[in-house]
């Protein structure tokens, strides 16, 4: 996280950390998503039915990315049928923290 907000590197705007970052946000359903884990929701059709009009496509290449960047952690439960569960890791904690600070900032 300090390297999202670290400013002092000289970077193009598009190969920064906070660039990714706000892509990231920026991409349809990712913060529905994240919130909806962190209301307690934390199977794949339980987050599917919390967010109005949210296809399996969508969410399931937007739950991968969530965890290719290391925000959510993907727990599978090894029962029949087999169940997966995700949870939101510190990284994201720490990120909501920054992006909630930046929005007080501009409200």
Same mark, same amino acid.
């Given at each position: 996280?300090?390297?999202?907000?670290?400013? %002092? *590197?000289?970077? &193009? =705007?598009?190969?920064?950390?906070?660039?990714?970052?706000?892509? +990231?946000?920026? #991409?349809?359903?990712?913060?529905?998503?994240?919130?909806?884990? %962190? *209301?307690?929701? &934390? =199977?794949?059709?339980?987050?599917?039915?919390?967010?109005?009009? +949210?296809?399996? #496509?969508?969410?399931?290449?937007?739950?991968?990315?969530?965890?290719?960047?290391?925000?959510?952690?993907?727990?599978?439960?090894?029962?029949?049928?087999?169940?997966?569960?995700?949870?939101?890791?510190?990284?994201?904690?720490?990120?909501?923290?920054?992006?909630?600070?930046?929005?007080?900032?501009?409200?």
């Amino acid at each position: 996280m300090s390297e999202v907000c670290n400013m %002092s *590197q000289k970077r &193009s =705007w598009g190969e920064s950390p906070m660039f990714k970052l706000f892509e +990231l946000l920026g #991409k349809k359903r990712i913060i529905n998503i994240a919130y909806a884990i %962190s *209301q307690g929701f &934390s =199977w794949f059709n339980e987050i599917k039915d919390s967010i109005p009009f +949210l296809s399996s #496509k969508i969410l399931s290449s937007r739950l991968k990315l969530l965890q290719q960047e290391g925000l959510i952690v993907r727990e599978i439960e090894n029962e029949t049928p087999v169940k997966i569960r995700y949870y939101l890791t510190n990284l994201w904690e720490r990120v909501a923290e920054k992006v909630c600070e930046m929005w007080k900032i501009v409200w």
